[in-house]
């Protein structure tokens, strides 16, 4: 409650499956003055919510059109976004706060459900509350949910939903304390599909197109997949499985066959209401064993006699993953652990932190990077040694938060950034405009379309640079396209203009940005050449006529992302 002692901002809760929402919600409720509206995306996690607040003793409200029953009567009142959205009218009195459960999937644009009920109830009370619970505050497509975390680090941009994170439950500690079953984690060394070929999205959401013809010809593998599920489910009370596609769930349908005492079902997005209800009735009474479902339980679903999961589709995110695999974590009479395979290859921890950029490549994983400006500890994606040294990163900008005169910023050094040409500042590497002088910043696409359609000009697709000091003072880079083409430059480390540019490229970039230096002689450069990074790509113009066959370096483009194929890409 401090938070919003302090402030009106929404904030947000994160706790992971089973860590007690509704005790959170009681407590909320013995502290609040006023009324409480508790909101939730379906009916089954408003009904059981209000089951579990009311299991304390404590009396509650249902406004739920699913659930039949539409009242405003008690201080908590547990209700459906959909039902109380169209009774805006019946809002009519002071609420103190409104709490939405599985908020990472709000909403907050002036058109949405969510935003029509909080503008209705701030004309009762301008300082209505906001608090969002969820397990997992990220979302593919639109990233964090939140903007700052109490630990004091930036996640979400500053127009996210809710202002601030202020306070989060790890998982790994519910489970060592045994809050929640152990999860017993096996890959499917043999039999596993390849979903590495599928292109992603720039949110990393797979190719439905071509998810569907990849998993047409892996049928022999699907089949070979579900014996092993059921040869594992012998020992298993209740088996969840999550399907890539429809056609892919129907398939695995299929052959679970119709063994009356290991029955088995199937939910889908289009399963029919009173169908779906029944399916889940009968599974959590333990008359159905196996169910398939395709992106629809992977959240406010509560079967806690599940005791195996089945991951037969690629995962977006690690909190996706754990969304999925926390079906399975709930605590039952005799369970002592869930078995989880994953037949995806995802290649997921569960105890990863969500980093919040899409995963570049299967060999990243989460890494610490200390930021060289005010040394936050930032999480990226990265690749290290064997001895699990970081030897590269993928960080853009730091995410510490610092705090000059009560005013909080978010640092600003970058790990990876593009040059403004008119100012010299650093902008994040997709910024157009420059955030210090607002000019145009070119984009790195049109530069090397317009060098490679001019007849003098060389492009440089950068494989690899070689060191050579010719003198006393000068260092001469060579820079080697994958085809063998080359051009080079020379620095002059008695000149401070040609320091000043050397220190402008390789300096601030040294190991990857991790220890960026301004490195004043030649012998400094030489010692840390094994940290300087290549560049992408490398513009080259023909010199004067004088220098027959000579290139003149005009640019060098680092961190590119583009449309252009780098350097021992496919």
Known sequence: MAHFKQSDDAAVIVLPTGAGKSLVIAELARIAKRKILVLAHVKELVEQNSEKYKSYGLEASIFSAGLKQKSLKYQVTFASIQSIAKSLDKLDEAY????????????????????????????????????????????????????????????????????????????RYMIKHEFLTPPNMLDAAINHYDFSAISTDSFGRFDNQEMSLLLKGSQRVTKAIVGQ??????????????????????????????????????????????????????????????????????????APHVDFIA??????????????????????????????????????????????????????????????????????????????????????????????????????????????????????????????????????DDKLKAALNLKDALVIRCSGMQFEVTSVHKLKITYFDEDGASCDEVFNFENTGSVYYFNQAFGKRLAGGQKPKYLKTLTEAVENKNYFRAPDFVIARKAHKKSRGAWRIAEKIFDYEGSYRKANQE
Not at 131 to 140: D, V
Not at 352 to 380: I, T
């Open 96 to 171: 103190s706060l409104v709490i939405i459960d599985e908020c990472h999937r709000v909403n907050l644009e002036k058109t949405s459900q969510y935003a029509q009920v909080i503008k209705q109830l701030k004309q009762h009370n301008t300082s209505l509350k906001v608090l969002g619970l969820t397990a997992t505050p990220y979302r593919m497509g639109s990233g964090w949910i939140y903007h700052e975390h109490y630990h004091g680090f930036v996640r979400g941009s500053e127009d996210s939903v809710f202002k601030k994170c202020i306070y989060e439950l790890p998982l």
């Open 229 to 302: 599920i059921i040869e594992f489910a012998q020992t298993r009370e209740g088996v969840m499985i999550f399907a890539s596609t429809i056609e892919h769930a129907k398939e695995i349908l299929s052959y679970l066959g119709d063994d009356v005492n290991n029955k088995s079902e199937l939910v889908i997005g289009d399963t029919d209401l009173k169908d779906r209800d029944r399916i889940i009735s009968e599974f959590k009474q333990k008359k159905i064993k196996y169910l398939v479902n395709v992106s629809v339980l992977t959240t406010g679903f509560d």
């Open 311 to 444: 991951i037969l589709r690629p995962t977006e995110s690690v909190s996706l993953y754990q969304q999925i695999v926390g079906r399975g974590l709930r605590l039952s009479d005799n369970k002592k652990n869930c078995l989880v395979v994953d037949y995806a290859g995802n290649g997921y921890d569960i105890f990863y932190p969500e980093v919040g950029d899409k995963k570049p490549d299967s060999d990243s994983e989460p890494v610490q990077v200390l930021c060289p400006g005010c040394g936050f500890a930032n999480l990226f994606w990265g690749k290290t040694d064997d001895s699990g040294k970081v030897i590269e990163h993928f960080g853009r900008r730091c995410k510490g938060i610092l705090e000059d005169d009560d005013i909080k910023h978010q640092c600003d050094f970058r790990f990876r950034f593009k040059q403004c040409d008119s100012c010299g500042a650093e902008n994040d590497i997709a910024a157009r405009r420059c955030h210090e002088c607002d000019c145009a910043i070119v984009d790195p």
